[in-house]
Every structure is written in structure tokens, then in C-alpha cells.
């Protein structure tokens, strides 16, 4: 939580001071030369979740396409076979979720705790 109340303060400060540059530059005469500010973004621009959907080139980082052939896959087990490798892969993704949940339960006891 200390993060948390820490990043506010330190956004509080940044817009306050941005805005005391801002007065500043509002109230400065002609005479004095007012060089523009240059900000740097805090954060990366969002990027569209649906870019690399329809992207077919072959360059994008899904290396399972690589060696994995679902003909030869169909043709070499039973409907029944399929529907239970399936079964067994929600399986081992939902076991993969409640760790990862329980590790992070973990880590904010800790952080609360000051371990």
C-alpha cells in the first residue's frame, strides 16, 4: 500500500510543479525568452490488443505453430482422445491459475506484513 500512496505523492508533485511552470511561463514578459519544455512520456501509448491477430507473416513469437500439426494430431486419435487431452489442459491451466493466485496472495501478505 506504501507503493501505492507513493506514486500518488510523486503524481501530485509532478502536476503541481508542471503547473508552476506553467503560471510561470503564462506570467513571463515578452522581453525573456521562454524555451519549450521537453517531456519525455511517462508511460507507453497503449497498443491494440487486435494488432498481431490478423498478423499472418510468420514473425510473431508463437513458436507452438511451429511444430505442432493439428491434421496429424486429428488424424492419429479418436474424437474421445481429443476431448479428454482438452479436458486435461483446462485442467492443468486452472491448477496453473489458483497457484499463481495463491503466490500472489502470498507476496501481499508479506508486503502488508513488512516481511
Do not use: C
Not at 76 to 88: G, P
Request: glycine share 2%; proline share 3%; hydrophobic share 35%.
Amino acid at each position: 500500500m506504501t507503493s501505492v500512496h507513493s506514486m500518488i505523492r510523486l503524481s501530485l508533485v509532478l502536476t503541481l510543479a508542471l503547473l508552476a511552470v506553467l503560471v510561470f511561463r503564462g506570467s513571463a514578459t515578452a522581453a525573456s525568452p521562454v524555451l519549450p519544455l521537453r517531456t519525455e512520456p511517462m508511460a507507453e501509448p497503449a497498443r491494440s490488443i487486435l494488432r498481431d491477430l490478423f498478423r499472418d507473416d510468420g514473425e510473431d513469437d508463437f513458436v507452438h505453430d511451429d511444430h505442432y500439426d493439428w491434421n496429424d494430431y486429428r488424424n492419429s486419435t479418436s474424437r474421445k482422445e481429443r476431448i479428454r487431452d482438452y479436458q486435461e489442459m483446462q485442467r492443468q491451466d486452472q491448477k496453473s491459475y489458483w497457484k499463481q493466485q495463491k503466490e500472489i496472495q502470498k507476496d501481499m501478505i508479506k508486503r502488508q506484513r513488512g516481511w
